[in-house]
């Protein structure tokens, strides 16, 4: 799911912003490999004074630094489960249904960091997610950049309530419905998404850019649909069964020596990929014959009522099986009789 830089809707940031030190700021974030480390460079205001009687400053890349520094955890995605991902979304398979129990967030807060399903674009995109305790509700701020750019910050963020649609909270001015007309599969999800639009840059995109305003949002929205189904999409590969690897960093002794150095520490993360040489099912879990049993092309599972001795209950939809092996694409179609 490739998208569109707000760059290419408002210009280059040299028309919006003054001029500074974006000189400096390309030249570091271009050194910084991830998507997070290049954020943690910029600053938390740009100074603009385009079209504007005198300068104001404008919420900037670096408005969440603390933030995404201090989470408990931030992942990164391999190419290989990042295009998982967006197949998961593109299917809008029954995970993504608002009333399945486990749709939830792992952590009250993280980021996730993945790469453009079009290898050619090399841009990678990174979520700041914060949510309520049961994980239900909460906001997503998003960034993107071009290999070795600036980052971009959205100025969309996306408020999500997966308990309660919130489409009625969208008033078009500083609050949108969010809908992909492409994937009317989604509509039921994204009704429980609106995004809001950053008080600071509202203010000067209605001075400034009044002709042009619903093109801008429009631009951005297509930084934003995806959002809320992505990281549910990530959600549903880390409780699977998949054969997924976790690689985290020790940058412990790089960053002292940065820091002797006066620059920037890097951010620790876990690198998330998939291990396709393990392909069966562990012993026990499937029974007697597990030794031998392969695991199942991956598949989503809808969810069902399971009878256990003298316990009924139940079990929501799921992924199962091995991507390695195969993906199932099949739908069917249930009809009652009349």
Request: proline share 7%; with cysteine.
């Given at each position: ?156 963020s996306a408020e999500f309530d997966l308990d309660a649609p919130m489409a009625k909270a969208a008033n078009g001015r500083n609050a949108f419905a969010v809908r992909n007309a492409a994937l009317p599969q989604l509509d039921q999800l994204l009704s429980h998404v609106v995004a809001r639009l950053d008080p600071t840059w509202e203010e000067f995109l209605v001075r400034c850019e009044r002709g042009s305003f619903a093109q801008h949002m429009q631009h951005c929205m297509e930084n934003t ?114």
């Amino acid at each position: 799911m490739a998208t569109k830089s707000r760059d290419q809707a408002l210009g280059d940031p040299d028309e919006i912003m003054d001029r500074g030190n974006i000189a400096e700021f390309r030249t570091l974030t271009a050194r910084a490999k991830r998507l997070a480390d290049r954020i943690m460079i910029c600053p938390p205001q740009v100074r603009v004074s385009k079209g504007l009687p005198q300068p104001r400053f404008l919420t900037g890349v670096g408005c969440r630094n603390e933030e995404i520094a201090n989470v408990p955890v931030r992942y990164i995605l391999q190419p290989e489960v990042a295009s998982w991902c967006c197949e998961i979304v593109r299917s809008a398979d029954s995970y993504l249904d608002t009333r399945n129990p486990r749709m939830k967030m792992p952590h009250p807060a993280f980021w996730l960091e993945w790469p453009s399903e079009d290898a050619a674009s090399q841009h990678s995109f990174g979520a700041l997610v914060t949510s309520s305790p049961d994980g239900r509700s909460g906001e997503i701020r998003s960034w993107w950049a071009g290999e070795g750019a600036m980052p971009d910050l959205n100025i969309l963020s996306a408020e999500f309530d997966l308990d309660a649609p919130m489409a009625k909270a969208a008033n078009g001015r500083n609050a949108f419905a969010v809908r992909n007309a492409a994937l009317p599969q989604l509509d039921q999800l994204l009704s429980h998404v609106v995004a809001r639009l950053d008080p600071t840059w509202e203010e000067f995109l209605v001075r400034c850019e009044r002709g042009s305003f619903a093109q801008h949002m429009q631009h951005c929205m297509e930084n934003t649909w995806y959002l809320l189904p992505q990281i549910l999409a990530f959600v549903a590969v880390l409780e699977s069964r998949s054969p997924l690897t976790f690689s985290s960093s020790d940058l412990s002794r790089l960053n002292k020596a940065r820091r002797r150095r006066g620059k920037h520490p890097l951010l620790d993360h876990a690198e998330v990929g998939l291990d396709l040489a393990r392909r069966n099912i562990p012993s026990g879990e499937h029974g007697a014959n597990a030794k031998t049993r392969q695991t199942p092309r991956l598949h989503h599972v809808r969810g069902h009522v399971v009878h256990r001795g003298d316990t009924t209950f139940w079990r929501a939809p799921h992924l199962r099986g091995d991507i390695a092996l195969g993906v199932v694409r099949r739908t069917v179609t249930v009809r009652g009789s009349v």
